[in-house]
C-alpha cells in the first residue's frame, strides 16, 4: 500500500431529498441514450447506487438549503475491506471500526471541498505482513478524502471514439441509440482535452495547457530529470501542430498553495518500507465524455537506489569488468526520465505497450546514434529492461529516453485535429483510416491482457515484459551466457573488503533471477500463436491467428533444453556457494522468532537457513515452464495448432517426445551418475505426468493425457533397463527405483 491518490475513478454525485433525509446517489453514467424517451427507459431499466443517507438537521428558511448528517462518508464507501484483503496477509482480516474513526480536516477551495474521514482498521492478528510500518499493526488509520468538486467538463470538449487497434484507455458506455448495431458498446478515448489555440495555423500554442506542479517534496537534485521526462511529450504535440502542450511548474513557495485544490496537477514524491513500484500514474476524467481534468505522478523515493543496484550488478561489471566505478550521474537521470516518460504516457490516455520491443533489431539497440533518436523501442509504455551488451558488443543507450515511433502515431490518433469535421462521428473514417496502420511493427500495439502467461491467455511471445529486440530468443541467448558469466564471477568482485557477505547474496540472487526470466521466455514460443489486431482489408493484414512455425518452436525448446533443464547451466563453483550467507540485519519480511520479540518485517527477517537456496530456485523455475505448458489452454493450443496452420507448426506428441528426451535422457544413456539437478527435475517432471493422467485439470485435451501415460510407460522401461545394466551409483540406483514408484499410476 502506498500513497495512492485516487482509489476510486470520479463520479456524479446527486443529492436527493427523501422526506427528511438525504440520499447521496450515484447516478448511473454506464447507459446512454439521445432521446428523452429512451433515457427514461433506461432509468427504469438500470439501478442507481445509493453511497448513503443522512437526517437532514437544519433547512435555511430564505434559501432552502440543508444541512444533513454526513456521517455515511465514515463507512467503507471505498471498499477497502476488500482493497486490504486483495493486499495484505489474508489472515490479518482487517475491518472498519467505527468506534475511532472520525472527520478529520475540510478544506474549500474555488472548485472543490475535501473532506477527510480518518477511519481505523482494525485486527486481532498482531503480526500482519505489509502493515507493520504503523506503531502498532493491529490498528491501521487510512485517511480517506473525499472530493466533492463542480461537474468538470469544458464545452469545447469533442469526445473521441476509440479504436481496438490503438493502445489509448476508453471509457466505456452501453448505448441505446440504434436498435440494429450490432455491438452496443460505445467507447471514448479517455484524454486530456489539449487544443492548438490557432488550428489554421501549423504550429500554435496549446489553448490550455497541461500544467503539472513539482511538489516540493521531491529532493533537488531529481526535479530537473522528473521534469525533463514530463515535457518530453511536448515533442509529439509539436509533430501535430500544438507548442507548449505540458508546462511543468515547482510548487509555489505560497504557504496557501494546496495540493488538493482540484485545479493542480501534481508529481509527488513516494517514500515506501519496501521498494513495490517505481512511479505511478494518476489520472481522473469526466465519466459522461472521457475528459481527463486531473492527472498526476507518483514517483518513488526508490528510483535512484534501483539505478544504483543495476549499475553495480549488471552494467559496471558486464560493460567494464569492474565493480568499483562510480555510477554517472547521467544514469540516475535517464532512469527518472524514462520512468516519467511512461506515467505521463499514462496521463495522456496510453496504454502498455508490450509488443513495442520487437520494433528494433539488435544492431540498432547497439547503435547509441539510433537509440539516442528513436528509442530501445517503439514505445515509450513498454516494460522494457536495461539495454545491455556484453563488452564485444557495441553498446546503445541504457534506457528509453525519447518518445518512439508509436509514440508519436498514438498522440496523432488521440489528439490531432481532424480539419473540416464538427462531431465525433464525423472523425470516423480519418481515425479508422490512421489506425490500419497495426501491422507495421512501428505503430503494433499488444497490451496487458496480452502477457497473462500464468493463466494461459496470453499466447503470442512476440507480447512480452523484459524483453528486446526483434529476435527475443537471440537476444536471451546473448543475456543468458552474460548472466552467466557474471554469476560465475561475481564473488570476485563482491562482498567488498570490510562489507557483510549478504551484498553478495543480494547481488547472486539480482542475477540468477534476470537468468531465469530469460531461461524461461522461450517457453512462450512452444504452442504460441502470433495474434494480429489488423482489420480485414488494413495494410499488410496477417489473419488474427498464425500458429508459430514449428522451427521457431524447436529453436525455443533448444534454448530451454540447455538453459534450464540441462544439469550444465547449473553450474557453480563452491567458492561461490560458499560464500552467499547473509547478516541478520537483512531483508524484509515479517517474522516473530520466540524470544526475539515483534520486530516488524523492514527491521528482520533471516531466511530459513543459512545459505542460498540454489536448489530450489531452480526447481522453482524449471517447475514454472512445465506449468504452463500443462496449462490446459496452452495444452489445447498446440493439440489444435496444426489445424490452423497452413505451414508446419508442432504437434502435441512433439512436446512430450521434446521433454522425455531433455529430461530423461541420460536414464537412456546409461549414465553412472545423475546429478542433484537432474534427479530433482525427474521426480518432479514424473509427478507432473502422473497428475495429467490421473487428476488433469478441466479442460486438458485426451490426447495430453494419453501421451503422458505414454511417456510414463516408457519411462518405467528405460528405468527398468538402466538398472538392470547395474552401471549406476548407490544414490542413482535409489532414484531410479524411487522414480520408478512415482512413475507408477495408482490403480
Ligand atoms: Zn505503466
Redesign the pocket.
Known amino acids: 500500500m502506498w500513497g495512492n491518490t485516487d482509489h476510486l475513478p470520479a463520479m456524479l454525485v446527486h443529492f436527493h431529498r427523501a422526506g427528511e433525509k438525504i440520499a447521496v446517489i450515484w447516478p448511473n453514467t454506464n447507459v446512454v441514450a439521445n432521446t428523452p424517451d429512451l433515457q427514461s427507459a433506461l432509468a427504469q431499466n438500470f439501478p442507481q447506487s445509493v453511497v448513503g443517507l443522512g437526517q437532514i438537521v437544519a433547512t435555511d428558511d430564505k434559501t432552502g438549503a440543508v444541512v444533513f448528517d454526513a456521517s455515511s462518508l465514515l463507512s467503507d464507501i471505498l471498499d477497502l475491506n476488500n482493497i486490504l484483503k486483495g493486499s495484505l496477509d489474508p489472515g490479518a482480516s482487517y475491518r472498519l471500526d467505527s468506534s475511532r474513526t472520525y472527520f478529520g480536516q475540510t478544506k474549500a477551495f474555488p472548485r472543490n471541498i475535501v473532506i477527510e474521514a480518518d477511519q481505523t482498521w482494525a485486527t486481532e492478528a498482531a503480526h500482519v505482513q505489509a502493515a507493520d510500518v504503523a506503531p502498532d499493526a493491529r490498528s491501521l488509520q487510512m485517511r480517506i478524502i473525499y472530493n466533492f468538486a463542480e461537474p468538470p467538463g469544458n464545452s469545447d470538449y469533442r469526445p473521441r471514439y476509440a479504436d481496438d487497434r490503438i493502445g489509448l484507455y476508453d471509457a466505456i458506455y452501453l448505448q441505446y441509440n440504434n436498435d440494429q448495431a450490432r455491438e452496443r458498446q460505445l467507447r471514448y478515448f479517455i484524454r486530456l482535452n489539449i487544443q492548438p489555440s490557432d488550428p489554421s495555423k501549423a504550429l500554435s500554442p496549446a489553448k490550455r495547457p497541461v500544467v503539472y506542479y513539482l511538489s516540493k517534496t521531491i529532493p533537488p537534485q531529481y526535479r530537473a530529470a522528473v521534469r525533463d521526462g514530463i515535457v518530453g511529450w511536448n515533442r509529439a504535440f509539436e509533430r501535430i501542430g500544438i507548442s507548449n502542450a505540458i508546462e511543468v511548474k515547482d510548487q509555489p513557495a505560497d504557504p496557501n498553495w494546496d495540493a488538493d485544490d482540484i485545479r493542480y496537477n501534481v508529481i509527488r514524491w513516494v517514500t515506501e518500507a519496501q521498494a513495490s513500484f517505481g512511479?505511478?500514474?494518476q489520472t481522473l476524467y469526466d465519466p459522461r465524455t472521457g475528459e481527463e481534468f486531473r492527472s498526476g505522478v507518483l514517483v518513488s523515493a526508490n528510483i535512484p537506489a534501483g539505478a544504483a543496484r543495476g549499475w553495480k550488478i549488471f552494467i559496471d561489471p558486464a560493460r567494464y569488468g569492474r565493480d568499483t566505478d562510480p555510477m554517472p550521474q547521467s544514469f540516475v537521470h535517464d532512469a527518472f526520465v524514462s520512468t516519467l516518460l511512461?506515467?505521463t504516457?499514462?496521463n495522456l490516455g496510453m496504454?502498455?505497450n508490450f509488443i513495442g520491443s520487437m520494433a528494433y533489431s539488435a544492431k540498432q539497440l547497439q547503435s547509441k546514434a539510433f537509440t539516442s533518436t528513436y528509442g530501445i523501442s517503439s514505445t515509450v509504455?513498454e516494460?522494457a529492461p536495461t539495454n545491455l551488451w556484453p563488452r564485444q558488443y557495441p553498446q546503445g543507450d541504457f534506457n528509453q529516453t525519447v518518445l518512439g515511433p508509436y509514440d508519436y502515431f498514438t498522440i496523432k490518433y488521440g489528439y490531432a485535429t481532424i480539419p473540416g469535421t464538427q462531431t465525433p462521428e464525423a472523425e470516423l473514417p480519418t481515425l479508422r483510416r490512421w489506425a490500419s496502420a497495426w501491422s507495421n511493427p512501428y505503430y503494433r500495439y499488444a497490451s496487458d491482457e496480452d502477457v497473462s502467461w500464468a493463466n494461459g491467455h496470453a499466447s503470442d511471445p512476440r507480447v512480452n515484459q523484459g524483453d528486446l529486440t526483434n529476435d527475443p530468443l537471440a537476444w536471451c541467448g546473448v543475456q543468458l551466457k552474460m548472466n552467466h558469466e557474471l554469476l560465475s564471477t561475481v564473488n570476485r568482485r563482491l562482498p567488498k573488503d570490510g562489507s557483510a557477505y549478504e551484498e553478495l547474496t543480494a547481488a547472486f540472487s539480482s542475477i540468477l533471477r534476470s537468468y531465469t526470466n530469460c531461461a524461461s521466455l522461450p517457453s512462450r514460443f512452444i504452442g504460441g500463436q502470433y495474434v494480429s489486431r489488423a482489420h480485414r482489408g488494413d495494410t499488410h493484414a496477417e489473419s488474427p491467428i498464425v500458429p508459430v512455425p514449428r522451427s521457431q518452436e524447436l529453436r525455443a525448446f533448444r534454448m530451454l533444453d540447455q538453459y534450464l533443464f540441462s544439469d550444465s547451466a547449473w553450474q557453480f563453483s563452491p567458492r561461490l556457494l560458499q560464500g552467499l550467507g547473509y547478516s541478520e540485519w537483512a531483508g524484509y519480511g515479517y517474522v516473530s522468532w520466540p524470544g526475539y520479540g515483534n520486530l516488524p518485517l523492514w527491521a528482520y527477517n533471516p531466511p530459513e537457513r543459512h545459505d542460498y537456496p540454489v536448489m530450489q530456485n531452480i526447481a522453482r523455475a524449471q517447475a514454472r515452464v512445465i506449468d504452463q505448458f500443462f496449462n490446459p489452454l496452452v495444452l489445447q493450443r498446440i493439440d489444435e495448432n496444426p489445424l490452423e496452420s497452413t505451414k508446419s507448426t508442432m504437434s502435441i506428441d512433439d512436446l512430450f517426445t521434446w521433454l522425455q528426451t531433455s529430461i530423461y535422457g541420460d536414464i537412456n544413456s546409461h549414465t553412472r551418475s545423475i546429478s542433484l539437478v537432474k534427479r530433482n527435475l525427474q521426480t518432479m517432471y514424473a509427478d507432473k505426468l502422473a497428475a495429467l493422467v490421473s487428476s488433469p485439470t478441466r479442460g486438458t485435451p485426451s490426447d495430453a493425457q494419453a501421451l503422458a501415460r505414454h511417456e510414463l510407460t516408457t519411462l518405467r522401461q528405460s528405468i527398468g533397463t538402466a538398472l538392470r545394466s547395474g552401471s549406476a551409483d548407490a544414490i542413482t540406483r535409489a532414484h531410479l527405483e524411487n522414480l520408478r514408484q512415482h512413475a507408477t499410476l495408482k490403480p
Open positions: 512511479a505511478d500514474s511512461h506515467e504516457g499514462h496504454q502498455h509504455m516494460y
